[in-house]
């Protein structure tokens, strides 16, 4: 992810600066990995379970229907990087893996792409190794709509992620804290673009307000992106002891709990002028296996992103351990789908789940039944 702040500003981030950032990105999240479990919101969802509702493994087909995409598995590689020697590896790796398994992938966030043709080719990697696939290309709020027009062009991108991290840019030392351009300026990007926009957080959710907000200025797709994994807090925190933010620590809904409480509108099917038009509420944060995936999908998520999760397998086992993973996930999903008694995801709503601990203490704040 980058600091959008324009380059105007007193000190203007240099090259540098920049790919170590990036760097630091990557080796932050994927120390967080390595700490071993820890409780989550997703740990506070549970499934009644009916021993004699379930149904043949054989009749489950994973794939899903996102407005006007099929995807073949309920879950994608979430935006993370690129735009330096490192981090182009890491996102040759992780297209090789999306190549082989049919998995849609998004890349990080491409601002360094545009002004450095260096940069440029730790993302034109994805489209060379994965020429055929669903590749989203990532941008933060604050920049222009012809800023996301290049980036569309520059990677053949199939979707523009747009990332919105407020509570990354006031920890970061290089971020910005004036966020006041941001929704007219997503408006803007989201009129122009030649692709669909997915708006995204970056692990600190989208409350029911925010995506209220976005359905009025016309976004179709929104990742609530929320808290329980990789914690960009903690990272920018990592990065500039000097400027500590840690009394934010806990800041955020989980992903579970922006689901919960996520407007009708992005939940039912609406009728829109030009007919029935559905929003697509995509998920991620914190997901760690078929198990959480399955989850966010019984509480109305489209599709689940995963991005700490990826990585730290690429990174450990290259691009050959990610095939393997993806296939053992997708393998355990249709087995937790006949579980459930579920043949599409979206059967999977009409499960009975119940709510404890902390998100049972959200929903029971917020009013959700
Ligand atoms: C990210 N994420 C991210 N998101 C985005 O929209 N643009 C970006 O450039 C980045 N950069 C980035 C770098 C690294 C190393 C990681 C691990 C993640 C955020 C990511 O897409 C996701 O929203 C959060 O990481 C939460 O998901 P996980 O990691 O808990 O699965």
Not at 58 to 63: A, F, P, R, W
Not at 192 to 206: D, I, T
Request: charged share 25%; proline share 4%.
């Amino acid at each position: 992810m980058s600091s959008e702040t324009p380059a105007s500003v007193e000190t203007p981030e240099t090259k540098a600066s920049r790919a170590s950032r990036k760097d630091d990105h990557v080796r932050l999240a994927s120390a967080q990995q390595t700490e071993g479990p820890r409780r989550t919101d997703f740990d506070d969802l549970e499934f009644v379970h009916h021993a004699l509702s379930g149904t043949n493994p054989e009749l489950v087909d994973l794939s899903v229907e996102l407005g006007e995409w099929t995807w073949p598995t309920p879950f994608y590689v979430n935006g993370m990087t690129g735009g330096t020697e490192t981090t182009a590896k890491i996102n040759r790796d992780l297209a090789i893996a999306a190549a082989e398994t049919g998995l849609p992938m998004a890349c990080g966030s491409m601002s360094v792409a545009l002004d450095d043709a260096e940069a440029a080719k730790g993302f034109t990697v994805i489209r060379e190794e994965n020429p055929d696939g669903f590749v989203m290309g990532n941008l933060g709020a604050g920049r222009s709509a012809d800023d996301a027009r290049r980036a569309v062009e520059l990677l053949n991108a199939d979707a523009l992620q747009l990332h919105i991290n407020p509570v990354q840019e006031t920890a970061m030392p290089e971020g910005t804290r004036d966020f006041s351009t941001w929704l007219s300026g997503l408006e803007d990007i989201v009129a122009a673009c030649p692709v669909p926009v997915v708006v995204k957080e970056v692990g600190f959710g989208l409350s029911r307000r925010t995506l209220t907000l976005l359905a009025d200025i016309g976004v179709q797709y929104a990742d609530v992106s929320g808290a329980g994994g990789t914690d960009f807090l903690r990272i920018e925190n990592d990065r500039s002891p000097a400027d500590d933010f840690s009394m934010l620590t806990g800041f955020g809904q989980s992903a579970l709990a922006c689901l919960l409480d996520a407007p009708s509108e992005w939940t039912t099917e609406t009728t829109m002028d030009d007919g029935v038009s559905n929003r697509v509420l995509l998920a991620s944060g914190g997901v760690r296996n078929p198990y959480d995936v399955v989850k966010a999908l019984a509480c109305g998520a489209r599709a689940v992103g995963v991005a700490g999760t990826f990585l730290q397998t690429v990174l450990d086992h290259g691009p050959d351990g990610l095939v393997d993973l993806v296939r053992t996930w997708q393998t355990q999903t249709s087995a937790l789908f006949a579980l459930l008694g579920a043949r599409r995801s979206t059967d999977l709503t009409a499960t009975d789940l119940l709510t404890r601990g902390r998100l049972g203490e959200f929903a029971r704040l917020r009013g959700i039944d």
